[in-house]
């Protein structure tokens, strides 16, 4: 009797377990916006390889940029001039720490006035860990538009930013921002992404 109890609570957990890969499968294409939005919000992993393009109160600079989400932690890389060659920057809530090309650390309000001093505006990584998927920030209002065919955002207003996507590709099912610009005040931002691991 113990060993088919057993074998009955494997068989469910195997099953639960199905049940848990089903959920977290990329929607087929062109299925409701709101339900890809839901998803994508909800995805724990991501990573993404490609270029940026800064602009900000008249500076300017081209980087290559590697990103690596788990969860609520998002690891950046930018590589490139920058004056100094580079930053790895490290975001996990309210926690921020940034280290330099020289192996600097600088951790929480440091790193912030650091990367306004570097970049020109703090980076809304919280946020833009959302945007990058082609979604909003759950945490806040924002406005949507949506391509009706294509059930897609072509642009999203959020915490004062503007973001416009104009090309997607096809990521392991999915179909996610490869071109998009943020745009606040005098920083304008050029995100070209090149490869996306789901």
């Not at 065919?149 to 642009?155: A, D, K, P, S």
């Not at 997607?168 to 005040?185: C, F, K, M, Q, W």
Request: hydrophobic share 45%; net charge negative; with cysteine.
């Amino acid at each position: 009797m113990r060993i088919r109890a057993a074998g009955l609570g494997a068989l469910l957990a195997l099953m639960l377990l199905a049940g848990c890969r089903t959920l977290t499968h990329p929607l087929p294409p062109g299925a409701p916006y709101a339900e890809r939005r839901a998803q994508l919000q909800a995805l724990p992993h991501f990573s993404l390889k490609g270029r940026v393009a800064l602009s900000a109160n008249g500076n300017g600079f081209n980087a290559n940029l590697r990103w690596a989400q788990d969860r609520t932690r998002s690891k950046l890389a930018l590589e490139g001039p920058l004056g100094v060659g580079g930053l790895q920057i490290t975001a996990d809530g309210e926690s921020l720490e940034m280290v330099t090309s020289h192996g600097d650390r600088i951790a929480d309000q440091a790193a912030h006035a650091e990367l306004i001093a570097r970049l020109g505006f703090d980076v809304p990584i919280a946020s833009l860990r959302y945007w990058v998927l082609g979604v909003p920030d759950p945490s806040g209002p924002a406005d949507e538009a949506v391509d009706a065919v294509q059930q897609r955002l072509t642009g999203l207003s959020q915490d004062g930013w503007q973001v416009t996507y104009a090309e997607y590709t096809d990521a392991a099912g999915e179909v996610l921002p490869s071109r998009l610009t943020l745009e606040r005040e005098s920083v304008r931002v050029r995100l070209f992404v090149e490869d996306w691991q789901l």
